[in-house]
């Protein structure tokens, strides 16, 4: 066999090997933005939902002399437990949880959406008050428990809230109610509907751990249930499958082993 031909032979074994694994890196990079992270040392365990609506007293209209003069708030107060992850904790821990990049993908017919930190008033989780809304994102620092008020979650694992309102859908405006019963009934008794509430929201999870950020993108249609029949309505949501944590600066190639 003359050299030329052992060379060609050489090159295409080489251009093969290459391609071998230029395929082989390729499926990986594909498999991992598709499933993301399989073996994050803390795991987003549970996400609930509680929907319901109440009525705060309208500040814009003073000269209004009904006994009730209120205007309609469509909340949502959503909880995320993050818990260990077996093995795969040992010696980690929790730096942080953030929410961030919070958008609405499809709006209300009637009132305006915003995001709502916890609040510091003891009795309350959740208040009325424009210092408490989100501009950027709501932080909780990694800590030895969970707190809402201080805005820690514990960083062997816990949990971190955040509430989003579809604000002022709506007023109210009554002389013959004797009491107000705050919840989702309100909504019909101003004649609005459930359909024109309807809205989507979407944002980041950033769960970071040992300097690491793990972001997952969340959708959600809010309200949940029919509240405007029956009041309030909750949803756990357990199955993780759509929601997909993957290193925020999507370094892959550090991942494998050659």
């Given at each position: 066999m003359n050299t030329n031909m052992k060379d060609k032979i050489k090159m295409?074994?080489?251009?093969?090997?290459?391609?071998?694994?230029?395929?082989?890196?390729?499926?990986?990079?594909?498999?991992?933005q598709i499933e993301g992270e399989k073996n994050m040392p803390y795991k987003l365990s549970k996400i609930t939902v509680i929907s319901t609506a109440e009525g705060v007293q309208n500040q814009e209209n003073t000269e209004e002399t009904a006994k009730w003069n209120l205007k309609i708030n469509q909340n949502n107060d959503i909880y995320f437990f993050i818990d260990e992850n077996g093995e795969y904790a040992k010696n980690k821990i929790i730096d942080s949880v953030t929410i961030k990049n919070i958008q609405v993908t499809k709006s209300p017919a009637k009132g305006k959406v915003k995001a709502i930190m916890p609040s510091r008033t003891e009795g309350r989780t959740f208040t009325e008050d424009e210092s408490y809304i989100i501009e950027d994102k709501l932080e909780y620092v990694g800590g030895k428990a969970s707190n809402l008020k201080t805005l820690e979650i514990g960083n062997k694992g816990g949990s971190a809230a955040i509430r989003i309102s579809n604000t002022d859908i709506a007023k109210l405006v009554s002389d013959t109610d004797e009491e107000i019963v705050h919840d989702g009934k309100l909504i019909t008794k101003t004649g609005a509907t459930l359909e024109e509430i309807k809205f989507r929201v979407s944002f980041n999870l950033v769960i970071k751990i040992d300097k690491i950020n793990y972001k997952a993108r969340i959708d959600l249609d809010l309200p949940y249930g029919d509240i405007c029949t029956d009041g309030k309505a909750s949803y756990e949501i357990t199955d993780m499958k759509d929601i997909v944590f993957k290193r925020e600066n999507n370094n892959i190639f550090k991942q494998i082993s050659w």
């Open positions: 295409s074994i080489a251009i093969a090997v290459l391609s071998i694994i230029i395929g082989i890196v390729f499926i990986i990079v594909l498999q991992y």
